[in-house]
């Protein structure tokens, strides 16, 4: 009897001792945007972003959050202004689709991981822990319609460590992406080294590094 009253004593408070993914965002947002400033984040970004394969690009990216405006310039080759979803080319030969492509592009990976918190994001859920080198993270899984997204949030910290997506899970197939250093802007910690590897062969693709910001 004492061991059975032990046990309904016990098994309660270890289930609510258990951590949600909804605590483990919360914890993610609350390391990288404690004054949640994401939202009325109003900055000029500009990025260095380089290619085994090619030269390195510049692409300053103009942002108001406030009205969902965005305008992007990739090397003074392609310029586009982007209001909402009405996308304008103002300088290039590509259509207005890509502006919107691009826009949601760096809108989604240089505004994690406040923008899982969009309305759009489906059900979040926890993965099985994970170590990125020796620190012990907690995975947050996103499963879109078209990919399946793996968020690495440091357990200690709540510091984004890394992510990758899987278009083909039972393959493997998809990219990993590594975070380092990072940098303030407006009170927000943006990781501001993104190395790019596709999986499974951990080929690496190229890394993104945001430098200056106005």
């Known amino acids: 009897m004492r061991k059975l009253l032990t046990f309904l004593f016990v098994c309660p408070l270890l289930l609510s ?3 949600s993914a909804e605590q ?31 030269p390195d690009r510049s692409t ?22 982007v209001n909402g979803e009405v996308a304008e080319v103002l300088k290039g030969n590509k259509d207005k689709a890509r502006a919107l492509v691009l826009r949601n592009y760096y809108l989604y990976l240089w ?7 969009d309305k759009s994001t489906p059900k979040i859920t926890l993965a099985e822990d994970e170590k990125v080198g020796d620190k012990l ?16 949030i440091d357990d200690f910290s709540g ?18 992406i590594t975070l380092e250093d990072e940098i303030m802007v407006e009170g927000i910690k943006i990781p501001q080294k993104r190395s790019w ?9 190229g890394t993104d590094i945001l430098g200056r910001v106005e």
């Open 17 to 19: 001792a258990q951590t």
């Open 24 to 54: 483990v965002l919360a914890k993610a947002v609350s390391y990288h945007d404690p004054q949640d400033n994401w939202s009325s984040l109003k900055a000029a970004l500009q990025f260095k972003e380089t290619r085994p394969s090619g």
């Open 60 to 81: 300053i990216i103009e942002l108001d959050n406030t009205g969902s405006y965005m305008k992007i310039n990739r090397n003074d080759e392609e310029v586009y202004e």
């Open 111 to 117: 505004g994690l991981p406040m923008k899982l918190y």
């Open 137 to 152: 993270c907690k995975v947050l899984r996103v499963a879109y319609e078209e990919d399946t997204w793996y968020f690495y």
């Open 159 to 176: 510091r984004m460590l890394q992510y990758k997506f899987y278009k083909d899970e039972a393959a493997g197939k998809g990219e990993l």
């Open 197 to 205: 590897y596709r999986l499974p062969e951990m080929e690496y693709l």
